[in-house]
Each structure stands twice: as structure tokens, then as C-alpha cells.
DNA sequence: GCTTGACTTCGAGCACGCTCGAAGTCGTAG
DNA sequence: CTACGACTTCGAGCGTGCTCGAAGTCAAGC
């Protein structure tokens, strides 16, 4: 398979393909005749599975991990599955933000229910205020 | 309230206030007699929501539209309903999205679940492939 | 009077994840 | 022989959301 193929099956762009091997998340596929790349259909399963991480917010630095040590072949399984499960606690986490922020959301609209008659223009009191922070602060690693 | 304590308070920084304050996401507030920016606690109200927005993953130009029906006071009540309604379908989708790729990953974890023998180094079989598309592709608007 | 620290404005820079175009090669169809 | 379309490499550019530093002002405490 050619990466045209592979792009419209994995739904990626040639361009995001080329990116991916560059970068190490697709291994480095061996060339035909033509120089062309040429893709095993077990390739769609990585990317399949890439692909979920994705939507789980995992950045591409963490992937890259995952895929180290999926070619450091043997004895890494141990590493990958702690680093799975180190992700699903923080999708886990996420999760329950959003279904959080969801009620939220559906409060805030069931406030504007009937507001076709131009009731509720305020977005609500201010709350009392206890000078508790509104969530916890990430610094970013540098 | 000056910006170093709501920065405290809403567990922002002095800079991203001001920078909201510039995009229009935070009104521009009075300045006291020293020049510096004077914040009324109901702010807080605001920011928070803001904060929430922001977790079910709104753009800021978004937030900006809505920030913007707020302002442009009387009945745009119907507006900001809509647009809160047609994010929180996306919100929806995106949790079931997550939800659907927790299950993949504890299927992931629970293959690696004895691994500490060796076992299941593959990542799973090469599925067999049926030739569609691994998810939606969302050409990106220009 | 001087230092300190919290503020001010302004504009540049950064991290992330692509996205795209230029210029060239290759193989097949007409 | 030519045109085409699909590919190749390379490197620059972009959208999003901050993040940061420089340079200056101001008020309070010593």
C-alpha cells in the first residue's frame, strides 16, 4: 500500500503521514522500486490505536514513549502498560471535568429556558465569594 | 481587587488576565487612582465560567462571540442559548468519544495485565481491515 | 530620600501539531 | 515522446493560546 491509500484509509493527510515518520511516531517503512513508500495493512492498526490516544489528549512527546519502547522490543511491557495507565487516570480526570462542566452547561441553559421573553440576562448572582481558588494551578515544566 | 490578587484567586496569571483583558474575553475594567486595574469580585463569576468553557474545550473566539451577546445587552439571551446548546452537543460527542477510547485503552492495559512474564508484546493482532475510514476527517476550514 | 514590590504597557517569543508549497522523480497511458 | 498523477525531500509557515521580559510608574515603609 502507497501512502495515498494509507491516507485515505487512515483518514490522515500524506503530509500528516510523512510528519508522523519524521518525527518517529511511524516507523521509518521500507521504499518500492519507485522510492514510494510502501505500507503493510498492519500499519492502520498503529494508527488506529494512535489515533485514540489522540482523543484521549495524549501529546505526541508521550506517544513517542510509548513507541520507543514499543521498538525496544522485548521485556518493555511493563513500562507500557504503567504508562497507560498513568494516561487513564488523567482521561479518567478529564472525563469528570467535562461531565462537570457539563452540568454546568446545562444549568446555565436551562437558566435561559424561557428567556425568549428576556428574562435572565445576567448569567447569574455572583456567588459568595471564599476566596477559594477556582481550580488548581498547573505550572508548566520548563 | 487588584490583578495580583484575582490572579490568585482565579488561578490565572497577571499576564493571561491582562491578555484576555486585551482579546475582549475580560471587559476592561476602571483603574484606580494609581492606574492599576480595579476588579470587582463578581469577576470571579465570570472568569469561573470562562473556566469552564474553556474545559469542554472552547475556542476562545467562541468564548468571544459569547462574551460579545453579553455585552450587546438586552435579548441576545436567545443567541448565547443557542450557542450554548450546539456546544454542549459537541461536548457530548467529545465525552463519548472518550469514554469509547477508555475502553480501548483498558482493554490495552488488562492485554498487558501479566506482562510482567513477556507476554503480549504485539500490541494486539493487525485487525483485519475492512477499508473504512478509522474516524471522520474535518477538512479545516479557510 | 531610597528601596521594594506591585503594578503598567508593549511587543516579541514559544510550544504544539500540523499544513503547505516548491522542485524534482517515476511509471503508465495515449 | 509527452503528459499525467502520484509520489519524493526539504524547509518554511500557521493557528491557538498563552508566556515572558523590558522599561517605566507609583505608594508605602525604613
Redesign the pocket.
Known amino acids: 500500500m ?4 494509507l ?1 485515505r484509509r487512515s483518514r490522515l ?4 503521514i ?2 508522523y515518520e519524521r518525527i518517529g511516531l511511524l516507523p521509518f517503512v521500507g ?1 518500492d ?5 510502501d505500507y503493510d495493512a498492519s500499519i492502520l492498526t498503529w494508527i488506529g490505536f494512535l489515533d485514540r490516544l ?1 482523543t484521549t489528549g495524549m ?3 508521550t506517544m513517542l514513549e510509548y513507541a520507543a519502547l514499543r521498538q525496544a522490543r522485548p521485556a518493555t511491557a511493563p513500562d507500557r502498560r504503567l504508562l497507560l495507565e498513568r494516561h487513564r487516570v488523567q482521561v479518567r480526570a478529564h472525563v469528570a471535568a467535562l461531565r462537570e462542566a457539563l452540568t454546568v452547561l446545562d444549568t446555565k441553559i436551562a437558566g435561559y429556558a424561557d428567556t425568549t421573553e428576556g428574562m435572565n440576562d445576567d448569567d447569574g448572582p455572583a456567588e459568595p465569594d471564599d476566596g477559594k481558588p477556582l481550580r488548581a494551578r498547573r505550572p ?1 515544566a ?1
Open positions: 502507497r501512502i495515498g491509500e491516507a493527510t500524506g503530509h500528516t510523512r510528519y521504499r522500486a519507485s522510492g514510494h513508500r489522540k501529546p505526541i512527546r508548566r520548563r
